[in-house]
């Protein structure tokens, strides 16, 4: 029997865990975009915290309404009260993707035109509308297909290719954020630590994500002003109230033409977070929480089509980490205070004030607990036999990970980038390599987990079948694009050098697919005790 609504804890100490952490990670991601638009490119800021911030929190708002509103939905229908809600926020992808090889160099192309700042910033800010409502219309098409290649993929692909997601990009790259002020950074993870991996309790029962906020910020505004935390410390500046209503427009209807040249960056982004979408559905249900895909993903493009149509830049996502959440004690309230938090601090421009306040260094403790529990997950949850297929799916998001920390300009600038080619003595050179195992690595994580379960559980010909599909990604850059910036082509438009490299993947998937049949002959496919 289902218990009353009203006898539910609505929200207690797990919540608030949640809600730190939910509204942390949404932050850092804010952060960045001000700090690529503004520092990099020059945009102006008033244009970037009163224009681009309301409408892109406004996406975080509804979205995390309507997924406590299917948490409260769940647990009525199930008469649990320990049913966690599904957390949304900001893609961290696709908005550094979008900041550095969208948003950015088409302001500066703007100014080269002849174009003021204002009038650069205008038109840059309709191109950021439309590739939202691009991205939102392409994620409405397709959520109605989630739930078919959630049944057609292992759980070792799905769980395997967020936990790389998890390992690299949300562990390894907020540590190196947090050892760069270590006295402040370090202190608050092992709080972290102590209170969420090792379970110990804090004094006066703090929640532990509480008590490493307040830890490190004292730490920081303790020690920064005298000196003592070196170059780590940079002064806050003054508060300002920067209001900025979202309301619908039709600005992104102009901004549409210039979509055009992006299509190829634009339109594998709204997949990914498809992929995205089904993957951390899959890990809720491996938690317990049986959200229908469809609906998640649903949510995630009208959350995503309303952010770009009021104004919005970066577009919205369910979060991995919805079991890591669970382990806090966050049950339905943290996705409902954190969409408020954050879709008023975009109208009341308070979240633009939180950007320049709080360091990293204090923010990115709760991402690595947030990374330890996903990849935690990604082998508790699958059998144990497929713990080598979870494994191999990590390696496309190191590679994904040392291309975006080296930082390297050639990394990106594609007449750099065409000089990497050459460099290798034998075959393609290292860097090269990095950087096309990187590119679409989402995707190339679950064709690599699928093609090694379907070995293990002895269906080598439909492992041959997966290859082979990943040969055919391969040929069109939606996995492994020769392009610096990660984009879809047709392969025959490319440039000499660049078909050569297509081709030489393309052909390694089909020599492997060979081998795979092969093998799958009655004879030679018996498996080794």
Sequence with gaps: MAAPMASRRRFGAGDLNGVLGLVVDNLSLLAFMATALIGIFGMPADLVFRRMFPGTALGVLLGNLAYTWMAHRLAARTGRQDVTAMPLGIDAPTTIGMALLVLGPAFVGYRQAGMDAMAAGEATWRLGMASLVVMGVLKFVLSFFGAWVQRTVPRAGLLGSIAGIALVLMGFLPLVEILRVPVVGFAGLGIVLYALVAKRRLPFGMPGVLGAFLVGVILYYGLGPAGLLGTGYHAPAGWQWRLGFPWPSLGFVQGLPATLPYLPLILPFGLLMVVGGINVTESARAAGE????????????????????????????????????????????????????????????????????????????????????????????????????????????????????????????????????????????????????????????????????????????????????????????????????????????????????????????????????????????????
Aim: hydrophobic fraction near 55%; charged fraction near 10%.
């Design 290 to 529: 049986d959200y229908p895909t469809r609906d998640i993903l649903l949510v995630e493009a009208l959350a995503t089509l309303v952010a770009g149509i009021c104004g919005g830049v970066a577009q919205t996502t369910p979060y991995i980490g919805q079991p890591a959440y669970k382990a806090m004690g966050a049950r339905t309230g943290y996705t409902l205070v954190t969409g408020l938090v954050i879709g008023l601090g975009g109208v009341f421009g308070y979240l633009s004030n939180l950007v320049e306040l709080l360091p990293v260094a204090v923010l990115a403790p709760i991402l690595v607990f947030v990374s330890i529990g996903i990849t935690t997950q990604a082998f508790e949850a699958t059998p144990l036999r497929y713990a080598g297929a979870v494994v191999f799916s990590f390696f496309p998001a190191i590679a994904r990970m040392v291309a975006i920390k080296l930082g390297d300009p050639s990394i990106v600038d594609p007449a750099h980038f065409a000089a990497l080619y050459a460099d290798g003595t034998h075959g393609v050179s290292a860097m090269a390599v990095i950087v096309i195992l990187g590119n679409g690595f989402i995707i190339t994580s679950m064709i690599w987990a699928s093609f090694v379960v379907a070995m293990i559980d002895g269906h080598v010909r439909k492992a041959a079948g997966i290859v082979a599909l990943g040969g055919l990604f391969t040929a069109c850059g939606l996995i492994h694009s020769v392009q610096p910036i990660g984009s879809v082509y047709l392969p025959w438009a490319l440039d000499v050098a660049s078909q050569s490299l297509v081709w030489q993947f393309v052909a390694a998937y089909a020599a492997l697919a060979a081998v795979l049949l092969l093998l799958s002959l009655d004879r030679w496919n018996v498996r080794r005790a």
